[in-house]
């Protein structure tokens, strides 16, 4: 019990000894045989009952205060979303309509009671998918990264349990890292590791592949378990925006002040007209996906940029998912079973949790991206998803058909 629940017990049993106080003096003073037994029934029952509507009202603030979401957004309108796995289990089909997803088995169920066979099943089909499209020389130029520093920077090491954790920003990967970094013996929790920690790389005990020799990261790659997470991909880039944008919760302000502005200057129609205003009104969600869809142009800039991109870029870039055989590809919008799924896979499942995982919190919301593309215009949509593409197509996402045609 948390000490907030504590005093408020303890105020609610000094009211009630309050009324039943003032009730004893109605006995014992000398009004005693003027007072009826029905008033002192009724001034009891009335302290009882604002006791317990007292109680029933802290119960319910508790609650809603512990419902808030460990991933840094607030679900939204959970009730029109769906899960991905309809997807998985349509792979033949990778366009099928997302807006009347059949109901799946697997959607219904937590991780401790999905079929560890069947989920095994889909992993194996989400590998064969990867395959396939590797294969694809249509899309090889949006499928194949070379193994480069760039992507060895984003893959982090366990040695000590054979893992290898490649990060794909605004997919959760700090409960990864935390994971991770209790594998490392640092933290004998995951609960118990400060936010700060996790995403200062000098001192979360983290190492990444880059930082071995060739001998090691060849040793490493073929031997360890591999993994790495995906969403939507354009759900992911409304994370980002949000995330860096908008509210710039860890306080990086070269996103607002350096990147943003460049941005703007590059892809906002009436910048021009507005130059005096663009420190108020700050990046919008068009100007990030005009610059996004702007091939050459956006080459350009990100080499400017240098490593912020990495919450933006593909998960191609990022993972070379077709030049790395990976153990596991875990899904966001169905993390509640692929979590432990991928534990009980790399055999650290008795050595540590993953956090909890808020029922609907990483599920698809199309609603929210209608919201966000409203007003985007198709030409800006299509050249996004042209970029983007292999990403849809490497992970059995369907195309957004309702914000291209």
Known sequence: MDNGTECAEKDYLLLLSSCLCRYRRYFDGPQVMQITMRHHWLLVGACGWVLLILVFANKFINFNARTTDDYGEKTEMQSLTQPVVKTIKSLPA???DRRAPKSSNLSSVGPSMANPTEWNTVETRRRELLSAVCKNDSLKNLTHTSINKFVLDRIFVCDKHKILFCQTPKVGNTQ??????VLNGEFSTVEEIPENLVHDHEKNGLPRLSSLTEKEITKRLATYFKFFIVRDPFERLISAFKDKFVKNPRFEPWYKHDIAPAIIRKYRKSHRDNDDNQATTGLRFEDFIRYLGDEPGRLRMDRQFGEHVIHWVTYAEL????DITYSVVGHHETLERDAPYILKAAGIERLVSYPTIPPGITRYNRTKVERYFSGI?????RRLYGRYQGDFSLFGYPSPD????
Request: with cysteine; charged share 25%; hydrophobic share 40%.
């Open 319 to 322: 993972c070379a998912p077709c």
């Open 377 to 381: 215009s198709k030409r800006d949509v």
């Open 94 to 96: 990778p366009k099928s």
């Open 402 to 405: 309702f914000l291209l045609n």
């Open 176 to 181: 990864w890292k935390k994971v991770l970094i």
